[in-house]
Structures are given as C-alpha cells and as structure tokens.
T-cell receptor, first 115, second 115 residues
Framework: EAQVTQNPRYLITVTGKKLTVTCSQN?????MSWYRQDPGLGLRQIYY???????DKGDVPEGYKVSRKEKRNFPLILESPSPNQTSLYFC??????????????FGPGTRLTVL | QQQVKQSPQSLIVQKGGISIINCAYE??????FPWYQQFPGKGPALLIA?????SEKKEGRFTISFNKSAKQFSLHIMDSQPGDSATYFC??????????????FGQGTTLQVKP
C-alpha cells in the first residue's frame, strides 16, 4: 500500500530533551515536507526537501532540523524542544517538485507535547 | 501576501443541506488551489483541486467555485452527509519553474453534518 508513515504517533517529552520524529514514504517520491498544525492557524510548513541532500526552510523552521540522506526518509529533529513546539506534526510527500499540480500525500500525524 | 483566509471556522449543516466554505487569497502568483479533507486522527487528504484557468470544477457532490478577479474560491458540498463531517482546509501554491511545492493553508473549517 502506498503510504507515508510517521513514528511515533504520540510523544510526551520534557523541555530540552532531544527527539526525532521519523517519516518514511514508499512511493519513490522526490519531494518531502514537514508541517505543523495548530488550532486556528491551519498547517504551516517547517522544512521541505526537493531531493536527497537538498533541504530548505519553510515558514516556521526555528527550533527544527531535518536531513534527507535517503529518498524515502525525512526525519524531523528537535534538538532542544520547548513548550511552544507542542503541536500536531505531519509529514507529506509528492512525486516531484517540478510538476506543478501534483497531489501531496500526508502521513497520519504525530502529536507532540513538550512539558 | 502569502496568507489564505478561510471562513467560517465551524459549520453545522443538516443532512441533505449544502455546506459552503470560503477562502480568499492575496498573492496573484498562486496557480493551484486544492481542498483537503481531514478526519480526526488522520492526515489531510486531497479532496478536489482547481487551477485558475477555470471557474468551476465538480467531482460528485463536491464543487469548487473560483473567482479570479475577486481572488476568492469556495467549496460547495451538495446533499451533505454525516460522513462528510470533518475538517476542511483550503490551500494555495505556486507552480511553474519556481515551484517549491509549498502549500499555504487556510485556517480550517470544522464541518458537522447532523442526521
């Protein structure tokens, strides 16, 4: 089944404790992205990657890091989480950045609480 | 200029009625306007999308109306069903050679269809 998977689905942590949220897609998509969803704000892009070893900042990148060492994986790293990073996080992928209107496929989400 | 404004924030409709959600944008470079549907505990999934060269697109009970001069677009759900109860997000992006694949999302509308 074609899908985007994220782990963990739920995470409660404390301020300053480094964490990684994994994202993997099995559709051989070039483009991957991370969003955070907050009430009243919709989804906002954190980082995106147009291909392996190519990443760039989205609209809200502060406090986050990403890497794209393999095509299928795009982990999100919070090196020193803070309470304002408590949110619902989604990973998404699409076939290629060059195609203008390709659908983005979203993972099931990771609900993160930082105490 | 990058914002997409969505209204209403919440909507309650009787079964069989018409649900209407509106979005407005400022950036005239946007050229792809999708609507995503999100059920609780799931990631957003593409419902229907439109390009600005057409004024309307219909897929089953779902219709996008697009007004380029007013920079507005809306989602109409005809014969609304309880199974349509979900959160709906409008979005916009820029295609072409500068395509980064980033979706700019509206704030979201929570739709409840009463039996």
């Amino acid at each position: 089944e074609a899908q985007v998977t994220q782990n963990p689905r739920y995470l409660i942590t404390v301020t300053g404790k480094k964490l990684t949220v994994t994202c993997s897609q099995n559709m051989n998509h070039e483009y991957m992205s991370w969003y955070r969803q907050d009430p009243g704000l919709g989804l906002r892009q954190i980082y995106y990657s147009m291909n392996v070893e190519v990443t760039d900042k989205g609209d809200v990148p502060e406090g986050y890091k990403v890497s794209r060492k393999e095509k299928r994986n795009f982990p999100l790293i919070l090196e020193s989480p803070s309470p304002n990073q408590t949110s619902l996080y989604f990973c998404a992928s699409r076939p290629g950045a060059g195609a203008s209107y390709n659908e983005q496929f979203f993972g099931p989400g990771t609900r993160l609480t930082v105490l | 200029q990058q914002q997409v404004k969505q209204s209403p924030q919440s909507l309650i409709v009787q079964k069989g009625g018409i649900s209407i959600i509106n979005c407005a944008y400022e950036n005239t470079a946007f050229d792809y306007f999708p609507w995503y549907q999100q059920f609780p505990g799931k990631g957003p999934a593409l419902l229907i999308a439109i390009r600005p060269d057409v004024s309307e697109k219909k897929e089953g009970r779902f219709t996008i109306s697009f007004n380029k001069s007013a920079k507005q677009f809306s989602l109409h759900i005809m014969d609304s069903q309880p199974g349509d109860s979900a959160t709906y997000f409008c979005a916009a992006s820029i295609g072409g050679s500068s395509n980064t694949g980033k979706l700019i999302f509206g704030q979201g509308t929570t739709l409840q269809v009463k039996p």
